[in-house]
């Protein structure tokens, strides 16, 4: 490929700054963070390996949750840290320090092989404002940029973006080089029939691929809290679902793009929705789509039907 990968560069003892897509879900047992699926974690490791293997000082940038710009122990990385040291051995530094002399210190300490997790990048709201001076404090870190967060490339944060401007070399992992792979190798001429599965909350953040695949997929089906902009634009009822009021309009274009162009964009027949978005509250599998009744009234839905 045309891109710089981990395979390319010279690493053996210069701080690799990786950034990670470590958005895992966790839940709160007794007072303690637990990861309920650590498949992205999975995802990460075998490019932290060959970096290790290289000799490189490894230094792991990610996020968790929405804080919304601010520390909140909710959504400390450090249960992920503890996580990661039981995968992978030595065991896996943490810093509670995201950026500043202590962190940079600790990463230049970091010995070869070495793995340093910082905190939570999204404790910073310049993190997804994409501030200058965060990217600058960020690449302060590391000798080398490299991004292996696929799921968190499409967003032009500090930590995906603008970091690499500051340092001199600038790769992607072992993750982000498959994805981009498959992408340019089977899209280019796809298999047939060829099936989009979508999901996600926002119809907002899949415009441009939705409009680009509609060009080559024969099906669509969609899942996950946009499939319920869709329901509204075919007026089907969506009780108290997330919906994007100000999307609705554009879903209704797309679905008449779709019918143009013979591509079968398929919703939910059938839903689980309940009246309490919280552990052990009441939940229903409902015929939303296939009935034509939709989501109840007062209720959400939350998942795909069984």
């Known amino acids: 490929m045309e891109k710089l990968s981990v395979r390319d560069l010279e690493v053996k003892g210069r701080r690799v700054l990786v950034r990670v897509d470590f958005n895992v879900p966790t839940e709160e047992i007794d007072g303690n963070i637990r990861i309920t699926d650590d498949t992205r974690i999975h995802e990460s490791i075998p490019t932290i390996e060959l970096l290790r293997a290289k000799g490189a000082k490894v230094i792991l940038l990610a996020h968790l949750g929405r804080p919304k710009g601010k520390p909140n122990l909710k959504y400390s990385l450090r249960p992920v840290a503890d996580h990661l040291t039981k995968m992978i051995a030595p065991p896996v530094r943490f810093s509670p320090e995201v950026i500043g002399p202590g962190v940079e210190a600790v990463s230049k300490a970091l010995p070869e092989s070495g793995v340093l997790l910082v905190e939570n990048l999204r404790f910073f709201r310049e993190e997804e404002a994409n501030a200058d001076s965060f990217a600058q404090a960020l690449a302060k870190l590391g000798d080398v940029y490299m991004n292996d967060a696929f799921g968190a490339a499409h967003r032009a944060h500090a930590s995906t973006v603008g970091v690499a401007k500051y340092l001199p070399e600038a790769a992607m992992g072992l993750l982000m080089e498959r994805e981009l792979r498959y992408l340019k190798d089977e899209l280019a001429n796809p298999g047939r029939p060829f099936l989009v599965i979508l999901g996600g909350s926002k119809v907002s953040d899949k415009i441009a691929v939705i409009k680009a695949l509609m ?11 946009m499939a319920y902009t869709f329901y509204k634009a075919l007026g ?33 027949v059938d839903d689980i929705e ?10 229903r599998n409902t015929p939303a789509h296939s009935s034509g009744q939709g989501i109840t009234e007062g209720w959400q839905a939350v998942d795909i039907g069984r």
Do not use: D
């Open 215 to 225: 060009e080559k997929a024969n099906v669509f089906l969609i899942g996950g809290a």
């Open 236 to 268: 089907i009822p969506t009780g108290t679902s997330r919906v994007e009021a100000n999307r609705v309009q554009l879903a209704e274009e797309l679905l008449t793009l779709a019918k143009e162009k013979g591509v079968k964009f398929l919703l939910p």
């Open 274 to 283: 309940t009246n309490e978005l919280k552990a052990g509250a009441q939940t």
